[in-house]
């Protein structure tokens, strides 16, 4: 796309349209538009004409009814892969009589006769060979039901032995050689409604073990309240134990909570050392304060007997002996004085060092736990991070009447990155598009990893056209840094949708809006930014 704003392109394909002396029409404007653009003129999508196609179709039986509403949805939804899968399937609950009688195959050449079509068209190649009995089941058909019960059978659970007999009763039977249609329908309905209660099942059990996984939070939240610490760990597992779940939602969190029970290990351990370096402590003080009470006794009742030795000495002959057991016992009794005095001085400096331990290890869980707000791949915050950030911004916003616009991106062409070069690889374009948005963001902007290959940027003091400014400089940057995986460069680009917040919106609403612009920008035919 040309470095211009789309007001810009706007008006010089208006410009160009009179300059040519073309009728201004919603056609010529397209494509005047797309070529200033340099963007692909890609046919648009005819929604009215195929939604007339979808209500002329008959409806006489339940799946011709089913397959209808499947192709008014796509046509709806502007997907032509969901329009062709709908044909296609309607096809097979639709006898060739009833599809020629109702003028229905003759629809190409405009006038409703079928004869005149077959004979302006070239005959069709050859279908699979269809199953006897019903024209519009194939053997490859057959064998796609099959394999379809087969992906499903591990999501329903193994408990119910009858039910994993049943399964391989339907399988087998659908991929007999001279398979019974007529038989192989009994089974399907029979089978179709064991697979609701099944399905019930699991989402009942799922439903239940999220529950009671909640509850059990909910009660360590209530009985650690004075652990801070441990406040980190318990919004992990509940935003783990929030719907959508996702696997590497779950493995993030895991890998996190992982660091956080090694860490609180270590600070158990090193509490327990404490508290019985303590026990000793106090055991030794107390043996110390027995032994001086009783050296004291000892030196008391001595020196009761030298006193009296004393009184009853009648020459310096007599007293000399005394003061020397006087001398000796209060020397003694300084030594052990000053020998408790250093053991208890050498266990209280041991008890000090202990809690500088025990206050560096919870410092350090405080740590770990803040960072289960932030994606550990990319260093943005996560959705948790995000919700938090936006309760904020929402507040300044009431407070000062201050715009506030927010983008939702969605790198472009991600699973052909992960198919073609690896996850890994991958994961690195993830990291590479945060450190771009992070150098190119204001320091009041937040990044947000949204989930998945999308990303959420607030911005503050921002409108609606300054935010479509800053995720097209985004764009602008991302073509200059190019992403290197091994001795390759790599284009990273992405589309975006652009919401400022609205008076009395809330977040879900905003970050809806900007979520529906990013998808007509993808169908716009990406790396575009579009506003809502």
């Not at 899968?85 to 609950?93: I, K, M, S």
């Not at 070239?122 to 099959?146: H, K, S, Y």
């Not at 201050?402 to 052909?416: G, Q, T, V």
Request: net charge negative.
């Amino acid at each position: 796309m040309v470095d211009k704003t789309v007001p810009e392109l706007a008006r010089e394909t208006l410009k160009q349209l009179i300059a040519r002396k073309m009728a201004p029409t919603p056609a010529n404007y397209r494509s005047v538009f797309n070529e200033i653009g340099r963007l692909p003129n890609d046919p648009p999508f005819p929604l009215e004409e195929l939604r007339k196609i979808a209500q002329s179709l008959p409806t006489r039986t339940p799946g011709q009814q089913k397959q209808r509403a499947l192709l008014e949805y796509a046509v709806s939804q502007m997907n032509w892969r969901g329009v062709q899968d709908a044909l296609v399937a309607y096809g097979a609950f639709t006898p060739r009589e009833s599809v020629e009688s109702s003028g229905f195959g003759g629809m190409h050449n405009g006038n409703g006769n079928g004869k005149a079509a077959a004979a302006t068209h070239p005959p069709r190649p050859e279908t699979p060979a269809a199953v006897p009995g019903a024209p519009g089941l194939t053997r490859e058909f057959l064998e796609q039901i099959a394999r379809l019960i087969e992906f499903t059978r591990p999501a329903l659970g193994n408990d119910d032995a009858r039910f994993a007999e049943q399964t391989a009763e339907v399988i087998q039977a659908l991929r007999a050689p001279d398979a019974d249609v007529m038989q192989a329908k009994k089974l399907l309905s029979t089978y179709t409604h064991r697979v609701s209660f099944a399905a019930e099942d699991q989402a009942e059990i799922r439903s239940t073990l999220l529950h009671l996984l909640q509850l059990i939070m909910e009660n360590i939240a209530e009985l650690s309240q004075d652990d801070s610490w441990l406040k980190g760990q318990i919004e992990a597992l509940m935003q783990a134990a929030t719907p959508p779940l996702t696997l590497r939602r779950l493995d993030d969190v895991e890998r996190r909570l992982r660091d956080v029970i090694l860490k609180q290990s270590e600070a158990k351990g090193r509490a327990l050392e404490a508290q019985e370096e303590m026990r000793q402590m106090l055991r030794v003080f107390i043996e110390r304060l027995a032994a001086m009470s009783h050296s004291t006794d000892s030196f008391g009742n001595e020196m009761e007997q030298n006193a009296g030795l004393i009184e009853q000495a009648k020459s310096l002959a007599e007293l000399t002996p005394v003061l020397k057991q006087v001398v000796s016992a209060t020397r003694a009794i300084a030594q052990q004085s000053l020998a408790a005095r250093d053991e208890l001085q050498g266990m209280r400096d041991r008890a000090q060092e202990t809690e500088a331990e025990l206050v560096k290890l919870h410092l350090e869980l405080d740590r770990v736990s803040a960072q289960v707000r932030h994606d550990p791949l990319t260093g943005a915050l996560n959705r948790k991070g995000l919700e938090e950030a936006l309760d904020r911004e929402l507040a300044v916003v009431r407070r000062k009447d201050a715009p506030l616009s927010l983008a939702m991106l969605d790198i472009d062409n991600f699973k052909r990155i992960n198919d073609e070069r690896g996850h890994d690889t991958g994961d690195q374009a993830l990291s590479h598009l945060a450190k771009v948005a992070r150098d190119c963001m204001r320091p009041q902007d937040t990044l947000a990893r949204f989930g998945g290959e999308e990303f959420v940027i607030l911005m503050p003091d921002t409108s609606l056209e300054s935010g479509i400014d800053a995720m097209m400089r985004l764009q602008r940057e991302l073509t200059k840094q190019f992403f290197l995986t091994g001795s390759d460069r790599l284009l990273i680009t992405f589309s975006a949708g652009v919401a400022q917040l609205e008076p009395d919106e809330d977040r879900a609403s905003a970050l809806k809006r900007a979520d529906k612009a990013m998808y007509m920008a993808k169908r716009a035919g990406k790396n575009r930014v579009l506003g809502a």
